[in-house]
């Protein structure tokens, strides 16, 4: 497609349910990003994935988080037993090429634990 | 990544020109400055980079100082639509691979 697209725009769950969250990068785009964004602050980073090389998973806040990247395409952000400080929006960003090129990101996935 | 500093927030008039500042002292010679910017309930939008030269796109102009401790990042016509926060970056060629989001500028455009 022509941008980064993310699904669901907005989720609703109950504390302690899983939750799985879809980024499709722009076509052709090697990088892939994770961030969230909690109501009113900076952007947070998660996870970044690199063509075939192993993701870097430095910014992921716990072990409840986990994320993959198939065929070097689609991602998917995956949180366990969800807590309510898991609310926030969650933003994924591709780039062709990581240094050199700037981030296009979605428009999020807006996650609310109740 | 080298750190920026940035205003907190800044107003401009419609239609006006508005200049946002950045310092990043610590910069190393090989990092590139990124800005974007963030409209409301939306994700960050890329805006325009450059390394050592001033740069033009359609969105902006970025101007970077000689010694690249600092830049200016230069929209030449406000409009309502450009409210939004504005972040400064630097990007090494060399260190951790994910783009640092400060706290940015929030622009108000005052019709």
């Known amino acids: 497609g022509a941008g980064v697209s993310q699904s669901p725009s907005n989720k609703v769950t109950e504390k302690g349910k899983d939750v799985e969250l879809r980024c499709d990068p722009i076509?052709?785009?090697?990088?892939l990003y994770w961030y969230r964004q909690s109501l009113g602050q900076g952007l947070e980073f998660l996870i970044y994935?690199?063509?075939?090389?192993?993701?870097?998973k430095s910014g992921l806040p716990s072990d409840r988080f986990s994320a993959e990247r198939t065929g070097g395409s689609v991602s998917t952000l995956t949180i366990q037993r969800t807590q309510q400080e898991d609310s926030a929006v969650y933003l994924c960003a591709s780039s062709l090429y990581y240094r050199e090129q700037g981030y296009t990101f979605g428009s999020g996935t807006r996650l609310t634990v109740v | 990544d080298a750190k920026t500093t940035q205003p907190n927030s800044m107003e401009s008039n419609e239609e006006e020109p508005v200049h946002l500042p950045c310092n990043h002292s610590t910069i190393s010679g090989t990092d590139y400055i990124h800005w974007y910017r963030q409209l409301p309930s939306q994700g960050p939008e890329y805006v325009i980079h450059g390394l050592t030269s001033n740069v033009n796109n359609r969105m902006a102009s970025l101007a970077i100082a000689e010694d690249r401790k600092s830049s200016t990042l230069i929209l030449h016509r406000a409009t309502l639509r450009d409210a939004a926060v504005y972040y400064c970056i630097l990007r090494s060629q060399t260190g951790a691979n994910n783009l640092f989001f400060g706290t940015g500028t929030r622009l108000t455009v005052i019709p």
């Open positions: 076509s052709g785009h090697t990088a």
């Open positions: 994935f690199q063509g075939n090389s192993a993701p870097d």
